[in-house]
Protein backbone atom coordinates (compact mmCIF):
# COMPACT_ATOMS: atom_id res chain seq x y z
CA UNK A 1 0.00 0.00 0.00
CA UNK A 2 1.80 3.35 -1.41
CA UNK A 3 1.02 6.79 0.48
CA UNK A 4 0.11 8.99 -1.96
CA UNK A 5 0.54 12.45 -0.05
CA UNK A 6 2.73 13.62 -3.14
CA UNK A 7 -0.84 13.76 -5.02
CA UNK A 8 -2.12 16.88 -2.57
CA UNK A 9 -1.05 20.14 -2.45
CA UNK A 10 1.82 20.25 -0.12
CA UNK A 11 0.31 22.62 2.40
CA UNK A 12 -3.12 20.12 3.00
CA UNK A 13 -0.23 16.93 2.61
CA UNK A 14 1.31 18.29 5.67
CA UNK A 15 -1.48 18.57 7.92
CA UNK A 16 -1.46 16.50 10.72
CA UNK A 17 -3.70 13.80 11.12
CA UNK A 18 -6.76 13.94 13.26
CA UNK A 19 -6.11 10.73 14.91
CA UNK A 20 -2.28 10.73 15.42
CA UNK A 21 -1.48 14.26 16.02
CA UNK A 22 2.50 13.96 15.29
CA UNK A 23 2.01 12.19 12.12
CA UNK A 24 1.03 13.55 8.65
CA UNK A 25 -1.91 11.79 6.83
CA UNK A 26 -1.64 8.69 4.95
CA UNK A 27 -3.75 9.37 1.66
CA UNK A 28 -5.07 7.08 -0.28
CA UNK A 29 -6.98 7.02 -3.82
CA UNK A 30 -10.93 6.07 -2.68
CA UNK A 31 -12.69 6.39 -6.40
CA UNK A 32 -11.62 7.92 -9.73
CA UNK A 33 -14.08 10.44 -11.87
CA UNK A 34 -13.51 12.47 -15.19
CA UNK A 35 -14.19 15.60 -14.88
CA UNK A 36 -14.79 18.39 -17.15
CA UNK A 37 -11.94 19.95 -19.63
CA UNK A 38 -10.30 16.26 -19.57
CA UNK A 39 -9.46 16.56 -15.79
CA UNK A 40 -9.65 13.83 -13.35
CA UNK A 41 -11.28 14.14 -10.02
CA UNK A 42 -9.88 11.56 -7.30
CA UNK A 43 -11.30 11.32 -3.66
CA UNK A 44 -8.92 10.66 -1.47
CA UNK A 45 -9.28 9.63 2.18
CA UNK A 46 -6.77 9.14 5.52
CA UNK A 47 -6.13 5.94 5.98
CA UNK A 48 -5.63 6.57 9.90
CA UNK A 49 -8.53 9.37 10.99
CA UNK A 50 -10.44 8.47 7.56
CA UNK A 51 -10.74 12.09 6.53
CA UNK A 52 -11.72 12.78 2.82
CA UNK A 53 -10.58 15.15 0.33
CA UNK A 54 -11.42 15.98 -3.07
CA UNK A 55 -8.56 16.80 -5.90
CA UNK A 56 -8.30 17.53 -9.78
CA UNK A 57 -5.88 16.01 -11.73
CA UNK A 58 -4.71 16.69 -15.28
CA UNK A 59 -4.64 13.80 -17.81
CA UNK A 60 -0.98 13.62 -18.13
CA UNK A 61 -1.15 13.99 -14.02
CA UNK A 62 -3.51 11.05 -13.89
CA UNK A 63 -1.93 9.22 -16.69
CA UNK A 64 1.83 8.83 -14.97
CA UNK A 65 -0.03 7.72 -11.64
CA UNK A 66 -3.01 5.54 -13.27
CA UNK A 67 -1.61 2.24 -12.59
CA UNK A 68 -0.88 2.56 -9.21
CA UNK A 69 -4.34 4.35 -8.37
CA UNK A 70 -5.79 1.95 -10.00
CA UNK A 71 -4.64 -0.83 -7.96
CA UNK A 72 -5.50 1.04 -5.28
CA UNK A 73 -9.05 1.67 -6.46
CA UNK A 74 -9.86 -1.45 -6.94
CA UNK A 75 -8.06 -3.49 -4.04
CA UNK A 76 -10.31 -0.97 -1.78
Known amino acids: ?3 FNY ?3 ERRARLCCRREIQN ?3 WLPLSVRASVAGN ?3 C ?5 CEAREDIFLTEQE ?4 EKLIQKEV ?3
Request: hydrophobic content about 30%; aromatic content about 12%.
Open 40 to 42: VNL
Open 74 to 76: EGA
Open 24 to 26: ECY
Open 1 to 3: MSN
Open 62 to 65: YKRQ
Open 44 to 48: MYCRR
Open 7 to 9: LLE
